[in-house]
């Protein structure tokens, strides 16, 4: 089983839309969680850190549920700029190296 | 923020060469660099955790006499691929972290292996 698993994707949605992204993982001791955005061809870049009461920065909001393991990525009011691939990745715990999900690819279309 | 450079940022070799990557950190000094690979639609994969001045710590299946990795000082890292083979075309990322810990890492943007 992968460490950290995501829907690959892609989800095609209109501009405007919202749409919601899921991961989980599967080391229970795991410390800390992000999400990453990639553009193709380029590096990660920190989207947003994940927190367990939930945190919001713009129209993006990320949710940690440690009981179930899990993760949520929001994404509202889509915007073009938005299509990109969004890496879950996690802080594995006790190791002190950053876990990266395969990716969930976002198309937004106009 | 914090600034990785990485050079060269595309390559493309014969089959058998030896290539060497750089990591630089820019505005701050880095303790520890990684190393990732990602191949086309599959998650970064970290090869090697380097921390400078000691030997690097090598994920299981990363061979460390074909991936070589020097942390000589506090900016910057090489990864030496050594004898490519076409297998080993990927997508090379490097990241930085200062003491605070793994957590907080800096990117690179990634060099593009191509082995013909």
């Keep these: 089983r992968k460490e950290v698993e995501q829907d690959p994707g892609p989800f095609n949605v209109p501009e405007g839309a919202t749409v919601a992204f899921n991961c989980t993982y599967s080391n229970s001791a795991s410390q800390s969680f992000f999400w990453y955005r990639q553009d193709c061809r380029k590096e990660p870049k920190l989207l947003m850190s994940v927190y367990s009461s939930g945190n919001e920065d713009g129209r993006f909001t990320a949710q940690l549920n440690r009981a179930s393991q899990y993760i949520s990525l929001l994404i509202r009011d889509s915007k073009l700029s938005d299509s990109a691939t969004y890496l879950c990745v996690v802080l594995s715990g006790g190791y002190n190296k950053l876990i990266f999900g395969a990716g969930t690819r976002l198309a937004v279309h106009p | ?116």
Excluded at chain 2, 23 to 50: E, H, I, N, V
Excluded at chain 2, 100 to 111: L, W
Aim: charged content about 20%.
């Design chain 2, 1 to 116: 923020g914090a600034v990785v450079s990485q050079h060269p940022s595309r390559v493309i070799c014969k089959s058998g060469t030896s290539v060497k990557i750089e990591c630089r950190s820019l505005d701050f000094q880095a303790t520890t660099m990684f190393w990732y690979r990602q191949f086309p639609k599959k998650s970064l994969m970290l090869m090697a955790t380097s921390n400078e001045g000691s030997k690097a710590t090598y994920e299981q299946g990363v061979e460390k006499d074909k991936f070589l990795i020097n942390h000589a000082s506090l900016t910057l890292s090489t990864l030496t691929v050594t004898s490519a083979h076409p297998e080993d075309s990927s997508f090379y990322i490097c990241s930085a972290g200062d003491s605070s810990g793994a957590d907080t890492q800096y990117f690179g943007p990634g060099t593009r292996l191509t082995v013909l």
